[in-house]
């Protein structure tokens, strides 16, 4: 299993600025992901981040809104940049450990006011 | 049509009920089943997990695919007030994609 350690657990931001989620893992993992949740929804993939190489956007996210970084294999950062309203949503990280499980952070509740 | 369907309930139930909780799913790759558990205000946790067909059990819990009928099931035995939450189904193929497809999550009431 993992521990994943994921702050902030809640934060309010105003329009236009941005946030940065962190997520870290208390082993060396080689994928992470990050998902975003919104309320009484599924969780949908944002994006996959490798250590050492450029994350892997899903359709309908790109990197200048969601800059992801993986600087070593524990470690990853999601940047929600000029949030809008639509942005308010939960934010997730998580690995996965061989290719059947997958173990989440607390998340992140975010408002955009 | 999406690639996993589940009910989004919510269901509730009397304390001590068999709970039977179901994901459908159109992708005939798909060999990696998990269930998952979220409590208001964290994050999804690792319920079972099984490869292929068959039962798998795990206390009060039991995870049953049927690949025949592309339908899954958790059922919960003696259901208890703390097993109120919103369970998911997710499953991938276990190919190189190693993306998990997630269910909408069955929010789950155990009236004591």
């Known amino acids: 299993s993992a521990v994943i350690s994921q702050k902030p657990s809640r934060d309010i931001c105003q329009r236009g600025t941005s946030l940065t989620i962190q997520c870290q893992v208390d082993s060396q993992v080689t994928m992470m992901f990050w998902y975003r949740q919104q309320p009484g929804q599924s969780l949908t993939l944002i994006a996959t981040?490798?250590?050492?190489?450029?994350?892997?956007?899903e359709s309908g996210f790109v990197i200048d809104k969601f800059p992801i970084s993986r600087p070593n294999l524990t470690f990853s950062t999601l940047t929600v940049s000029n949030m809008s309203p639509e942005d308010s949503s939960i934010y997730l990280c998580?690995?996965?450990?061989?290719?059947?499980?997958?173990?989440f952070g607390q998340g992140t509740r975010l408002t955009v006011v | 049509q999406k690639e996993v369907e589940q009910d989004p309930g919510p269901l509730s139930v009397p304390e001590g009920a068999i709970v039977s909780l179901n994901c459908t799913y159109s992708n005939s790759a798909f060999q990696y089943f998990m269930w998952y558990r979220q409590y208001s205000r964290k994050g999804p946790e690792l319920l079972m997990y099984t490869y292929s067909s068959g039962n798998k059990e795990d206390g009060r819990f039991t995870a049953q695919v049927d690949k025949s009928s592309k339908y899954i099931s958790l059922f919960i035995r003696d259901s208890q007030p703390s097993d109120s939450a919103t369970y998911l189904c997710?499953?991938?193929?276990?190919?190189?994609?190693?993306?998990?497809?997630w269910g909408a999550g069955t929010k789950l009431i155990i009236k004591p």
């Open positions: 997710a499953m991938s193929a276990g190919d190189s994609n190693y993306q998990l497809i």
């Open positions: 981040a490798n250590q050492g190489s450029e994350a892997t956007y």
């Open positions: 998580s690995v996965r450990q061989g290719n059947t499980e997958a173990f």
